[in-house]
T-cell receptor, first 115, second 113 residues
Framework: NAGVTQTPKFQVLKTGQSMTLQCAQDMNHNSMYWYRQDPGMGLRLIYYSASEGTTDKGEVPNGYNVSRLNKREFSLRLESAAPSQTSVYFC??????????????FGPGTRLTVL | AQSVAQPEDQVNVAEGNPLTVKCTYSVSGNPYLFWYVQYPNRGLQFLLKYITGDNLVKGSYGFEAEFNKSQTSFHLKKPSALVSDSALYFCAVSPFGNEKLTFGTGTRLTIIP
């Protein structure tokens, strides 16, 4: 039982390049989330998915797209990377759907630098 | 909209002393409150949560937190600090019935041997 896994762990991009961050969970959770962590700002929600086939915007969605490929996988895509997207990205999952708040379990993170 | 304040960016405590990491919140209705810990180069790990019931919540690694509705606070405590408790601690809140968490900015706890 690996929990939440993320790939890659580190990535350096040039401005304008695109990339996809991958996330998978093996806990059969319904909901999945993408956050970014910046110094002094805590974690901010980018997108979330309450169930397979559904996605919704969080607090800071601009410049990102997501895909809930199946129940296990939730990917985050940067179509044209900008230096402002330099951050640490965390994926998380939780068991329940919209109806209640449940404990979220986090992956190890992806450290992204955009030059 | 909900919000969380962690008023101290840094807390230093001597090993063996009690520790407190402060958190206050603002939310409409009844809150769900969480504490997470982040060790260097790792993801966040769940410590404890308050949903309802007893105001004193016990969690992992000997940590506990006290929910105070009148002061809208949810401070994290431990009776005797260990060097291994040194980490970044995040408080988070969600309104009842809404799964979107709002995180505080984090408090770096350093335990001094």
């Amino acid at each position: 039982n690996a929990g939440v896994t993320q790939t890659p762990k580190f990535q350096v991009l040039k401005t304008g390049q695109s990339m996809t961050l991958q996330c998978a969970q093996d806990m059969n959770h319904n909901s999945m989330y993408w956050y970014r962590q910046d110094p002094g700002m805590g974690l901010r929600l980018i997108y979330y998915s309450a169930s397979e086939g559904t996605t919704d915007k969080g607090e800071v969605p601009n410049g990102y797209n997501v895909s809930r490929l199946n129940k296990r996988e939730f990917s985050l895509r940067l179509e044209s990377a900008a230096p402002s997207q330099t951050s640490v990205y965390f994926c998380a999952s939780s068991e329940r759907d919209y109806s209640s708040t449940d404990t979220q379990y986090f992956g190890p993170g992806t450290r992204l630098t955009v030059l | 909209a909900q919000s969380v304040a962690q008023p101290e960016d840094q807390v230093n405590v001597a090993e063996g002393n009690p520790l407190t990491v402060k958190c206050t919140y603002s939310v409409s209705g009844n809150p769900y409150l969480f504490w997470y810990v982040q060790y260097p180069n790792r993801g966040l790990q769940f410590l404890l949560k308050y949903i309802t019931g007893d105001n004193l919540v016990k969690g992992s690694y000997g940590f506990e937190a006290e929910f105070n509705k009148s002061q809208t606070s949810f401070h994290l405590k431990k009776p005797s600090a260990l060097v291994s408790d040194s980490a970044l601690y995040f408080c988070a809140v969600s309104p009842f019935g809404n799964e979107k968490l709002t995180f505080g900015t984090g408090t770096r706890l350093t335990i001094i041997p």
